[in-house]
C-alpha cells in the first residue's frame, strides 16, 4: 500500500491477492460441515449418496479398529463389516449407525 495524504492506494496486484484470498476462505468455510456421526441413523446411511456412506464406513473403521488398538487395515473384513452392516441398516432403519457397528462389527 502507498499512502498519499490521507488517502491510501492498493497496488492492483496486492489487491488481486487479496480478493482471491478472501474468495478462497469463504469458500472453504461453507465445505466444512461438522458431522456428529453417533447419532446418524440407518435410515441417513442409506439414503446418503455413495460418497458420503465411504466416508462414514471408513470412519468407522478406523474408529473400531482403534477401539481394539489395530494398527492394520485388512480390506477384506471392511469390505465384509460394510455387508453387514447394510444389510443390519436395511431392517433397522431407526437404529444409529454406530449401534448397528456395535453389535455386528468383528
Request: cysteine-free; overall charge positive; charged content about 20%.
Given at each position: 500500500m502507498i499512502k498519499q495524504g490521507w488517502k491510501i492506494t492498493m497496488k492492483p496486484s496486492i489487491l488481486a491477492v487479496a480478493t482471491v484470498a478472501l474468495l478462497a476462505t469463504s469458500v472453504v468455510?461453507?465445505?466444512q460441515v461438522v458431522v456428529d456421526l453417533s447419532l446418524i441413523t440407518c435410515k441417513q446411511l442409506l439414503e446418503a449418496d455413495q460418497e458420503r456412506q465411504t466416508l462414514i464406513s471408513s470412519w468407522m473403521s478406523g474408529y473400531f479398529s482403534a477401539s481394539k488398538n489395530?494398527?492394520?487395515v485388512d480390506f477384506r473384513y471392511v469390505e465384509r463389516n460394510g455387508k453387514v452392516i447394510g444389510k443390519y441398516c436395511k431392517s433397522h432403519k431407526a437404529d444409529t449407525v454406530m449401534n448397528a457397528?456395535?453389535?455386528?462389527?468383528r
Open positions: 468455510a461453507k465445505a489395530l494398527t492394520v457397528m456395535q453389535k455386528n462389527w
